[in-house]
Every structure is written in structure tokens, then in C-alpha cells.
């Protein structure tokens, strides 16, 4: 949340993402997924890998602790080993790399537990990679085992202020809109498809049918007519 305070005070466009990853179809952009609550699905991780190759940009900042978290690296033949673990490490920067996004960024203050291999690494430590640019098709991911990189509290202290320099250096690139996304939280302004369609000519067929089967399920259980006392004499 303070990564994104930030981002609007310098003039990008960005917004908080909450729908299913198909409508990104519509979208042109960048999208930041960090540390997701629940592992992305198979489903989710084809959509926004098939976002990307078509233009736009993503940011995928996470832990990879378990095989289930690991889709997307995967899906981008990406692997994730485990390396030396690290605290509020100051890891600095490689200029003869000469990336741009680093202006202004002499170092950046680091946690993590696991390494990445393959892509184009751009910050490392003895134990590898921390950081990795992956060309997908048109678009690029940035990809990192540092998922608390701009992290709230990393605002109390000025060391740690490169790290959103740095960030914000990174999503001043984004070809449109920047997404953070909150869909991976758990959050959703979806609208449920039952309640979508009932708003519509199908739904007014569905309450149809459901009052005749109401009207035909009371039939069943009245008597018609008067009640009348049938005698029935035996016949010799």
C-alpha cells in the first residue's frame, strides 16, 4: 500500500486489480502481483503469462517456498533453488549492467531465502540471483525472490528508500496502466455469474418456470370439490 500511495504521488496511472485475470484481455499495462496469499492456479498463470507475450509487462515478487508457487517461473522454463538466507542484506548494484531502472539506486536493501536460474540477471549475491528479467514474447517479467522489497515499514528508514526508487524506476516503463494486483489477496469486484444472468431475459424464463413448478407442487396436494362419503356395499 505504500508502494502504491507513492506511485500516485509521482503521476503514474495506476489501480488496484480485483477482477478475473481473462479480463486483462482488455488491458494494456503492467501488472504486480506480490507475495499472493493463495498459489496461482494452472488457469490463472496461462492468462497472464498470455497477457504478457502480447505487450504488456508483469512484476511477480514472491518466496517460492513450494512447488505450487511456482507455476509461472515454470511456465517461463524459470527455476527457483534454494540459497543462502538473508535479512535486511545491502546488496549493490552492478553499473557495468548499465540498466536504467537503477538511477538514482546505489544499492538495495535485501531478504530472501531462495535464488532464481535463467532470464537476465540483474541483481545477485554470492548464493545467485535475486532479481531477473525474463523476455516472454512482446512483453517482459520482472522476477524476484524478495517479495517484502517495498514493504511498508521499509519507510521508516532512508537506507531502505532505494528500493522504491528503484520500483518506481521499474513501473515508470509500463506501456499503460500499472495493476497492483489484489485479486491474489483474495479480493474481488467480480459479479457472480448466477446473479448476472438472472438479471437478465434468462433469468426472467428461470422465474417463470419456478412459479409454474410452485403452482403445479401446491395443485398436487389440494382437494378439488366438495368432500363426499363413498359407501360400498358388498355384492352377493
Keep these: 500500500s505504500a508502494l502504491k500511495e507513492l506511485v500516485s504521488k509521482v503521476g ?6 480485483q477482477l478475473p485475470y481473462r479480463n486483462l484481455d482488455s488491458k494494456t499495462g503492467m501488472l504486480v502481483i506480490c507475495q499472493p496469499t493463495e498459489s496461482l492456479s494452472e488457469l490463472d498463470t496461462s492468462q ?10 508483469s512484476v511477480y515478487l514472491d518466496h517460492f517456498s513450494y512447488k505450487m508457487t511456482r507455476r509461472l517461473p515454470t511456465g517461463i522454463d524459470i527455476q527457483i533453488k534454494d540459497g543462502e538466507e538473508v535479512v535486511d542484506k545491502t546488496v549493490l548494484v552492478d553499473r557495468d549492467k548499465k540498466i536504467p531502472e537503477f538511477y538514482k539506486v546505489p544499492a538495495l536493501m535485501i531478504s530472501a531465502e531462495r535464488r532464481i536460474i535463467g532470464g537476465k540477471p540483474i541483481l545477485s549475491d554470492k548464493s545467485g540471483t535475486l532479481l531477473s528479467v525474463i523476455d516472454h514474447g512482446k512483453g517482459r517479467i520482472l522476477l524476484g525472490t524478495t517479495p517484502n522489497l517495498c514493504s511498508n515499514r521499509r519507510l521508516d528508514t532512508q537506507a531502505d528508500w532505494a528500493n522504491f526508487q528503484f520500483m518506481i524506476n521499474w513501473l515508470r516503463t509500463a506501456r499503460g496502466e500499472v495493476f497492483f494486483d489484489e485479486k491474489c489477496h483474495g479480493f474481488s469486484s467480480a459479479t457472480n455469474v448466477f446473479h448476472y444472468l438472472l438479471r437478465g431475459p434468462a433469468g426472467l424464463i428461470f422465474w417463470q418456470l419456478l412459479l409454474i413448478l410452485a403452482v403445479a407442487v401446491l395443485s398436487s396436494r389440494q382437494r378439488f370439490g366438495a368432500m363426499r362419503h363413498i359407501v360400498i356395499t358388498r355384492k352377493i
Design 12 to 17: 503514474i496511472n495506476a489501480s488496484a486489480w
Design 48 to 57: 497472464i503469462l498470455e497477457w504478457v507475450k502480447k505487450g504488456n509487462d
